[in-house]
């Protein structure tokens, strides 16, 4: 509807002249707001292409320029995290568990930490499960234990983003690019 076509349909379309204005005005502003979408896009990919940690981030699967900019930006400095356990349990995609009479359970994720880091992650799971093995085979593994239902396949897209949150805090500590074994 706002592409290109249906841009060209609005404009074609018969209506009374105050409709047409208000319609007319409206494009203007989608126009506009296309404009400056392209002029944000390319100062990120600007931006990604002279950072050294943006560079390293997009050699993970799944991550490309905006998500790069988003982890970087969320992450600031990996030293500030002691140990990989400690930046999984920052993104909140570590399962919240349960104690109560000597009993433990396991549950969802947590949901505590950045939400924004999490997002990026839990997106980035399934364009790196198609062109890496190893996380296709997780996802894979978690779907088969679960049932293979809609519930199953999130639960799974979930445990692959917990799986890309270590890959990437490694990655960032070691200063080096992601090399699929």
């Known amino acids: 509807m706002f592409g290109k076509l249906g841009t060209t349909w609005l404009e074609s379309l018969k209506i ?78 570590v399962p919240g568990r349960d104690s109560s009479g000597g009993k433990e359970a396991s549950g969802s994720i947590h949901k505590r930490g950045n939400k924004y880091l999490r997002w990026a992650l839990v997106e980035a799971a399934i364009p790196a499960t198609r062109s890496d093995l190893a996380l296709k085979n997780k996802y894979d593994s978690v779907v088969a234990r679960k049932g293979g239902g809609k519930d199953a396949k999130k639960l799974a897209k979930v445990a692959v983003a917990g799986k890309l949150a270590w890959i990437v805090y490694r990655v960032l500590k070691d200063r080096r690019p992601y090399e699929i074994r």
């Open 16 to 93: 009374p002249d105050s409709d047409r204005r208000r319609l007319d005005e409206l494009l203007e502003v989608l126009e506009f707001l296309g404009a400056m979408i392209k002029k944000s896009d390319s100062l990120v990919r600007k931006m990604v292409r002279e950072d050294k940690t943006c560079a390293l981030l997009k050699t993970i699967p799944g991550i490309g320029d905006f998500y790069a900019a988003l982890i970087a930006a969320e992450i600031d400095d990996i030293d500030r995290f002691r140990g990989p356990k400690n930046f999984v349990s920052y993104t909140g995609l």
